[in-house]
């Protein structure tokens, strides 16, 4: 899949999850944002879980990106678990620890893991960035462990448009609701 930082275009690797889809593998990332539990197994997981792929969480499109997906998710009142997966390491948490401490979202470092685990959740998810150790942004939505939603943006600079992928979301369970 190609994308773009800015004018640049980027190759992603990896396949899009298709709706129905069940999450397969476990993994052992770092702990990095309120949890020190590992990863959890997502296949066996009840429930809506949004999961959230971050290539630099020191960035501010990053940052906003956690603190967004958290704010729309609670004003619009979704029983649903937040998993952020970032690139980078463990300690480029500690600014966003600071600054939103009031966060409830769980987040996870690639940074420092097996390669083997990193690249086989990058294929998995579609985020691997070509000739990079990075994650391209990316929001997911599993619900007892299948996929329903996935969204990645073609212009990976900025802020991935958080309210327009809910809406989406709420639409099409809306008109399935409705059959």
């Not at 929001?139 to 448009?161: E, H, R």
Request: some cysteine; overall charge positive.
């Amino acid at each position: 899949m190609k994308v773009f930082l800015g004018e640049i275009p980027i190759e992603l690797y990896g396949k899009k999850p298709k709706f129905g889809e069940p999450f397969r593998g476990k993994f052992q990332f770092t702990p990095a944002l309120n949890t020190r539990s590992r990863f959890p197994n997502l296949q066996n997981t009840k429930g809506l879980v949004f999961v959230s792929t971050l290539p630099n969480v020191k960035s501010f499109a990053c940052s906003t990106q956690v603190l967004e997906l958290e704010e729309e998710i609670k004003a619009r009142k979704l029983q649903a678990k937040i998993i952020h997966l970032a690139s980078c390491g463990q300690n480029s948490w500690m600014e966003i620890k600071k600054l939103h401490s009031h966060l409830k979202a769980k987040g996870y470092s690639l940074g420092k893991r097996n390669s083997m685990e990193v690249q086989t959740m990058k294929q998995i998810l579609g985020v691997g960035v070509i000739n990079s150790n990075r994650l391209a942004h990316g929001l997911f939505v599993l619900l007892d462990g299948k996929f329903i939603a996935s969204y990645i943006p073609k212009q990976q600079y900025g802020v991935p448009n958080i309210k327009r992928f809910l809406n989406k979301i709420e639409r099409r369970f809306e008109t399935r609701g409705s059959k």
